[in-house]
């Protein structure tokens, strides 16, 4: 995958994220845990990332947001009781990665608007 792509995805991801809990669960097939999609798909970009920092398409601010952003998910794991469609309205860790998503996507220079989730996949 060439970085630019690597990069255009990435705003993708941050726009779902930071995206109202309505949003996120139209972006998303009814057959998933739309909760734990958004942490996976964070999860796949965020290892990614690196190169992105390597190639200088983000600043050493934004790794740092995204750091934050992946040691959130980390946390969240623990508590099983956040991972549905409930929460994503309701609990302060799914709305503090909201507020880090915008956050990151300001540092970028990037507007937020409705996700675009094309280059997904999706297998039943």
């Given at each position: 995958m060439e970085v630019k792509?690597?990069?255009d995805n990435l705003i993708q991801i941050l726009?779902?994220?930071a995206s109202t809990p309505?949003?996120?669960i139209a972006s998303f097939p009814?057959?998933?845990n739309v909760a734990d999609e958004i942490a996976l798909s964070y999860n796949d970009i965020y290892l990614l990332v690196p190169l992105l920092k390597k190639e200088g398409?983000?600043?050493p601010?934004?790794?740092g947001i995204l750091t934050q952003m992946d040691e959130l998910f980390d946390i969240m794991s623990q508590n099983?009781?956040?991972w549905n469609v409930d929460a994503l309205e309701n609990d302060k860790y799914w709305q503090k990665s909201r507020f880090l998503a915008?956050?990151?996507l300001k540092e970028l220079n990037e507007s937020y608007d409705k996700p675009n989730l094309g280059f997904v996949n999706w297998i039943t």
């Open positions: 792509q690597i990069y726009r779902l994220i309505n949003v996120q009814q057959f998933v398409l983000i600043s601010v934004v790794y099983k009781s956040i915008l956050s990151i």
